[in-house]
């Protein structure tokens, strides 16, 4: 039911939030939410139920994108009701005032350069304001920091530590949509950290477009030295971090997870393309055996690392030759998880002129074939697991399986059964040894 607004009272202010995309915009979400959880307004779980909807966007693919203005589409007739919307995010940045054109019942349009200013464009849309942007571009220097964040989990939280991006590969939106490269200080960091840690979080996931960018703006400590600070605040048990751009990948990295015991025992360091022509090509600026030399720092650290990659079949040009290199890649590096996507052109990016040469069934067939070749890695890999006792942090339950949801440091899925009358509580953690495997996940038994 609508609240009943009578026209001495304060409207009751309610809003819906829906995100798409990576890690960093669901924790953008949860600064946004909580910004305007304290501009007093009240969180719904339904459109139908809200004064204001806001989608919280991705355009790293054109299908992520399409989806957008589907939704936008769907909740159109709702703006007769007195609704107002919000596109946020990267589409919001990319197409900037256009989305007003093709959807003029939009308010606000804003990307994530501009949600310091949100308090001020939420006055603005109280006003009555019509079309209010907040499109920042690449100037801005500043990052969104907020005393305000509403985490989604009590256990584990993220923390974004550099925001934007300078690299500009071929084919890549994020440079356009998320701004140039800036790093929060690290006292900043680790003061939030601390906060969290007070405040019961066992496990911090640190992010960045390219996490190990990360300059100090006060010049205090490296990327590897700031990881280091945030496993040793107390009460912390896991630190996470994500995403690792091959480039800035330094030996120290390896060094702190050696050292420091609560930094989680896995790497994700997208390579994108197996082929170093095409690695040119997208302008990744490192080659096949450069990109090798930092796995093989990883695989002789003391403690077996995980691995995980991005990859990106079918880019312009990419031939038959080129995709077996990718094939082999994985092969010689026995990835322990994969994240493949079919190339998509994107506006703006230098790609765009390039022609999107791969008929999409082709991608199709290399991306299944990839996968295909990847299950089979993964299969051994999982299976290397059993009769291996794990701690796991306990995320959720499974009711029909009567079985419990871990995650390991190494961020694998373990489910497991427990002998205890009394399920572990959701952020414990529990010791379990290993039963069985499958490709992307373990299965075992509490010890
Ligand atoms: N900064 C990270 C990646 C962030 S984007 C890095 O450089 O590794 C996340 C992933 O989306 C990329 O790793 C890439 O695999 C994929 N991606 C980005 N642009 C794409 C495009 N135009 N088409 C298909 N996949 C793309
Ligand atoms: Fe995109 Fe490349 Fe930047 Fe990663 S490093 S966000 S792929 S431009
Ligand atoms: Fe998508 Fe923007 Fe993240 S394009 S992947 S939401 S940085």
Redesign the pocket.
């Known amino acids: 039911m609508q609240p009943v607004k009578s026209p001495n009272e304060a409207p009751a202010k309610t809003f819906y939030i829906e995100t798409f995309g990576c890690q960093m915009n669901a924790h953008d979400s949860e600064k946004v939410i909580g910004t305007l959880q304290h501009q007093g307004y009240t969180r719904v779980e339904s459109e139908e139920a809200a004064d204001l909807i806001l989608y919280n966007t991705c355009s790293i693919r054109d299908k992520a994108e399409q989806k957008v203005f589907h939704r936008l589409n769907d909740y159109k007739k709702l703006y007769s009701q007195g609704k107002r919307f919000g596109v946020l995010g990267c589409v919001a940045q990319q197409e900037g005032e256009k989305i007003f054109e093709r959807a003029p019942f939009v308010s606000l349009v804003s990307g994530s350069a501009s949600y310091r200013k949100l308090p001020e464009m939420l006055v603005q849309l109280e006003q009555g304001k019509q079309h209010i942007t907040g499109l920042d571009d690449r100037q801005t220097e500043e990052t969104f920091e907020t005393e305000f964040t509403a985490r989604s989990n009590s256990h584990r939280g993220y923390i974004t530590i550099i925001e934007g991006?300078d690299?500009?590969?071929a084919?890549?939106?994020?440079?356009y949509t998320r701004g140039k490269e800036r790093s929060r200080t690290s006292t900043s960091v680790l003061n939030e950290a601390r906060r969290m840690a007070d405040a019961g979080y066992t496990e911090i996931q640190l992010l960045g477009?390219?996490v190990n960018s990360y300059r100090d703006p006060e010049g205090k400590r490296t990327f590897a030295e700031l990881l280091a600070a945030v496993g040793e605040i107390p009460g912390i048990r896991r630190v996470r971090f994500t995403?690792s751009?091959p480039r800035d990948f330094t030996h120290d990295i390896v060094d702190a997870i050696d050292a420091v015991p609560t930094l989680c025992d896995h790497v994700h360091l997208?390579v994108?393309s197996g082929s170093s022509r095409v690695l040119h090509l997208m302008q990744?600026e490192y080659t096949r055996d450069w990109y090798l030399d930092r796995i093989s720092w990883v695989k002789s650290a003391k403690r077996p690392i995980s691995m995980t990659t991005d990859i990106i079949v079918g880019f312009p040009g990419e031939t038959d030759a080129d995709f077996e290199e990718t094939v082999s890649l994985l092969g010689e590096v026995q990835y322990d998880g994969v994240f493949a996507f079919k190339y998509s052109p994107r506006p703006n990016t230098p790609a765009i002129s390039m022609a999107d040469s791969i008929a999409d069934e082709d991608k199709s067939k290399r991306l299944q074939a990839l996968l295909d070749c990847q299950r089979e890695i993964q299969r051994h890999n999982y299976a290397k697991h059993i009769g291996q006792e794990i701690e796991v942090m306990v995320e959720e339950y499974n009711a029909a399986r009567g079985q419990v949801i871990g995650r390991t440091s190494q961020n694998k899925t373990l489910n497991f059964t427990t002998k205890q009358p009394i399920l572990p509580a959701k952020g414990n953690y529990v010791k379990v040894r290993v039963t069985s495997s499958f490709p992307n996940s373990l299965v075992g038994e509490a010890v």
């Open positions: 991006c690299k500009f590969c084919y890549c939106v994020v440079p477009q390219n995403t751009h997208p994108q990744r």
